[in-house]
């Protein structure tokens, strides 16, 4: 096991090759994209980029991902309250996927679908043929919901609201 930033990796060759499958770099880093893009075209500035651990918590889980509203309009403090049982597994979720994220941000960053700035703002860009329109199965569901989440971040004053109303920290 390598250390990444105070936390075990386990290397590819001895991951289990579902979810080594299913979590890879490229999915965090694609979901990571399309919120800080969609971020940015609703604020016209960069997502504070430890906004990403919310994303895939909310996004991979089907059962969120399905309760999430449908218009940003909907007040997310509001939103957590009708759904705190959904909301109740939410820091384990995100507790479980800080590697893959950090993988998800370390491979954008090298591959240059994320970008961070000076004062911590994460810029992210998918190329038209990176998007997932056409593909089969979730990923286009998964990458539609994290522009989602890129939007209805900016409603909030403070990106700290966010992690109290989700019952975790940055």
Known sequence: MTRS???LVKPWVERSPIPAAMLNPALFASLSAASAEE????SRRNMP???IF???PLVLHRTTREALPRDVRTHMANWVGDHAVIIAGFPERARELVVPVQEGLRFGLRHQVLE???EGGLRGSLSVGARPETAGGD????VR???FMGRWLTKLDQPATAYALLGVTP
Do not use: F, N, Q, V
């Not at 971020?39 to 609703?42: L, T």
């Not at 990923?139 to 998964?142: T, W, Y």
């Open 5 to 7: 930033e105070g936390t």
């Open 39 to 42: 971020y940015r075209r609703r």
């Open 49 to 51: 980029w430890h906004m």
């Open 54 to 56: 919310l994303i895939a």
């Open 116 to 118: 961070i700035d000076g």
């Open 139 to 142: 990923l286009p569901g998964l």
């Open 145 to 147: 919901a994290a522009g």
